[in-house]
């Protein structure tokens, strides 16, 4: 899951939006096992797939969330490897990113440094982490789209839910510049 860590609240601005998000640390999730059982192809389509072929599932999840969250679908793109141009001020997405206006997810399956196949875990916590983005946006109308501890919760709880797997309760304790970051090994005793 890479290293967590909170982004420090805004000097001016939206401050407000960014203490909700932060307060903000469930996020419904749909009761039937729809997305459950779109994961799975997304899982076979990397094993034996295309890239097509991961891309179509992973449009299929996100019209599906989409739906349950009732805000407008997003766009999806594939890539073999990570693009040599992200966006600056959001450099810790290692794994894809989201543009909001344009609505656009792109994420890739190979990794930057080591050219190394991302593994499935991997890919479909980002595919939920800049889902969250779009729900940011599209359901909870922020002006902008912070990591905070709320951020990660709701994508950590949509993650859980999408791959059948028990949710954990996040430890976070409190580094430098009003960050937060998870205490792995104190999250991982919580299981
Ligand atoms: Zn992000």
């Known amino acids: 899951m890479g290293s967590m860590l909170t982004d420090a609240p805004p000097r ?7 203490l909700e998000s ?8 749909p009761q039937d096992g729809s ?20 891309r179509r599932a992973c449009a299929e999840f996100l019209d599906a969330a989409s739906e349950f969250y ?7 793109r594939v890539l073999a490897a990570r693009p040599l141009r992200v966006r600056e ?10 543009t909001p206006e344009t609505m656009v ?10 050219k190394e196949i ?7 916590s980002t595919l939920c982490h800049e889902f969250c983005h779009h729900l940011d946006y599209q359901k909870f109308g922020f002006h902008d789209s912070w990591h905070t501890r709320g951020f990660y919760e709701r994508a950590a709880a949509l993650y859980h839910h999408a791959r059948g797997t028990p949710p954990k309760k996040l430890v976070w304790v409190p580094t430098s ?4 970051r998870i205490d792995w090994p104190r999250t991982n005793r919580s299981a």
């Open 105 to 114: 997810i792109r994420v890739w399956m190979k990794t930057a440094v080591m």
């Open 12 to 18: 001016k601005g939206h401050v407000a939006n960014f």
């Open 70 to 76: 009732k805000v407008s679908a997003c766009g999806i």
């Open 22 to 29: 932060d307060q903000i640390k469930t996020l419904d999730l």
């Open 89 to 98: 001020n959001w450099s810790t997405e290692l794994f894809g990113d989201y």
């Open 35 to 54: 997305l459950l059982t779109i994961t799975k192809s997304i899982e076979s389509a990397m094993k034996a797939g295309t890239t097509a072929d991961v």
């Open 118 to 124: 991302t593994s499935f875990g991997t890919f479909l």
């Open 177 to 180: 510049g009003e960050r937060w």
